[in-house]
């Protein structure tokens, strides 16, 4: 295999191991946050215990995220570092702000929510819960921000010499897709922790364990599992317009579609041939054009107006866009039927739909991994869109042979990671609130 | 072109601000677990040396994470060639990072292979430690590099005498740093223990320090026009005077002081060898990637100027907060 393939390799596995953890960090501050905030107004216990008890897991989902994200800030300049000569000039300055003003906040105060509750008042302990939450949000902002300039970069010239030179850094933070990306993005983290604390509670309440706290626990679960989908259905088609606005070559890999029509169809599921050009599946005639802009007439671009050189894997952009689509679309209806349940009072009894939540915890990371690959899958083959192709980024003195090495223990220390981390997160959920 | 020059240089120190900070703070935390093994001996002691410094060697690690994003943002030259260029150290640098960050948090949760995680923790820690210096090490005494930029050597070539020596400096500094912070957070046995490393850490920063000043008056004959070579010499020797001091006196919460006292000094001596160099060609004065010819643009230097000079007040501002917040001798019992 040759070095730029390896590289690449590298860079998804790490990236999509590392971003499991941000997932998790950022809904669970959330809860944190909602958990604290109810403990200081109503200055009930058990909303202290819930705190104590995700504080404890935020604690382990947090480091693994730390340790595997320095890797990837070092990742630019040791395998992407034609990339980085190019775009310091701009991808510099936003990785920067991500440290000074974002996560610092974060990894400072973290140190109190994690150890600070016999050290602090319940008011400090409150606002360390909040920067955590802010640092955290802030921090995903400037990670949203980088990865959006290279989906529709914006501020910048290019020099005599090819470089990327910033002209406005207003208009390359918040380019075409920043805000939505960053609504989409956070959102699916917030879904992916009402998922995971709808889990561990809907557990606890079907075996009879830690009695209110687990019910509160889960009142807060499924209230947040009920809003976030469906709040994500309106970013989600506003991040979908956008798609097809600034970046069409993507958008049309996303539906499979080769030639620009007026009145394209939309796929539930399918199967692209890219062979052949055509798309297989079962379709809503007309719907593409119709949720673009509520016209079932309106022209959507399709891979055809690029040389097929400039296309990305059209199948699987498709494959795992549909997949996320169709996990989001079975969210939003386990959210609002366990809303139903809460409010016809028959949550903590029913035992069937209680059975089912453990198990759909691993559910949001496969849809966000997906629909990162849909992101990064789709801008292939550039790096930056449209401007620098991937295969023109990569490190020119590491060879093939190093990053099989680094690749290999990458992926033995992934591996045991992965493993301690979910035998660690079982056991401090087995010992549960009462052991905070 | 004035103008842009007097941001190359504001930038330059403030990575070595940044920089400097990374080694004073997170120096003290990797130094704490890279003496685990030798100063925690009964498992509460473990417990108490690891309480020191677990609430706030997250916040110690941005330092680096920033610095690099500077560097990035401000040379990034610099980054993609000493980052791609030192691949496999790179590697290395990342695995020890992160089994020390996990192993914590692991030991906590997992009583069972408790020691396996200390193996890490202070593994991890020593082997960063280590490294750290050997790079800087490299990028100051010079690497073979390209006429495009590009790093020319080998993996053993970033292992010769001077940086391993560099490498062995900034080791006993860190671990100084650790056993004065381990002074300062415990008590009875332990802390005797702690005194006792740091006594030890001093003697060996003393002999260490004399070494490396002079190898760097040997490659840098200019440094002996330079002021702030001497004043780094005075720094270090100061510190470490004071700490002799300190130590006969059992003055408990001077000696952190005194070790990043020195620390500073050996730093400062670093940083005025290699200005305005950032990385040294080996090979050819003219190869040399330096703050002017592997920059970003003005305005991108502008924009990080004002985000760094109003961000960082604000975040050391709420750090010492935070460490007044966790004031005082550590408990072994500490964690949650």
Redesign the interface.
Known sequence: MDALLLARIQFAFTIGFHFLFPAMTLGTALIILISETLHLVKKDDIYRKITDFLARLLGLIFVVGAATGIVMEFSFGTNWSEYSRAVGDIFGPILAAEGIIAFFLESVFIGVLIFGRKKVSPGVYWVAALLVFVGGHLSAFWIIVANSWMQTPAGYEISAAGKVILTDFSAAVFNPSTVNRFLHTVLATWITSAVMVCGIAGYYVRKGLHGETARTMLKIGIILFAITPLLQLGAAHSHAIQVINTQPVKAAAMEGLFNTTRGADIYVMGYVDEAKEKTYGIYIPKGLSFLYNFDFNSEIKGLNDVPKENWPPVNLVFQSYHIMVGLGMIFIVLGLLGAWLLWTGKLYTAKWYLFWLPFLIPLPHLAHETGWITAEVGRQPWIIYGLMKTANAASVVVSAGEIVFSLVMFSLIYLLLFVMFVLLFVKIVKQGPAAS | MENIHNFQILWFILIFVLLLGYALLDGFDLGVAALLPFLGIKKEEKDTLI?SI???W??N??W???G??????????A???????F??A??L???A???R??S???RA??PVRASLWEKALAGGSALAALLFGVALGNVIYGVPLTGK???GGSFFTLLRPVPLLFGITGLAAILLQGASWAVMKTEGELQERSFKATRILMWINAIVAVLYFAVLIVTFPRLSGNILFYVAVVFTFAGLIGLLFSLGKKNDAALFWESSFSFIGLFLAAGAAQFPNLITASNGPNLSLTIYNSS??L??LQ??AV??LI??PI?IG??IF?YR??KGKAKAD???
């Open positions: 309480a677990g609430p706030v997250d916040g690690e941005v680096l994470i920033t690099g994003g500077a560097l990035f943002a401000a040379f990034p030259h980054y993609a060639t000493a980052f791609s260029g691949y496999l790179m590697m640098v990342l695995f990072l992160i089994f960050a996990v914590m948090e692991f949760n997992d930029m590009e790093y970003t643009g305005y991108t924009i990080m985000i760094a961000g960082m975040v709420y750090t935070v917040l966790f500490d964690h949650y």
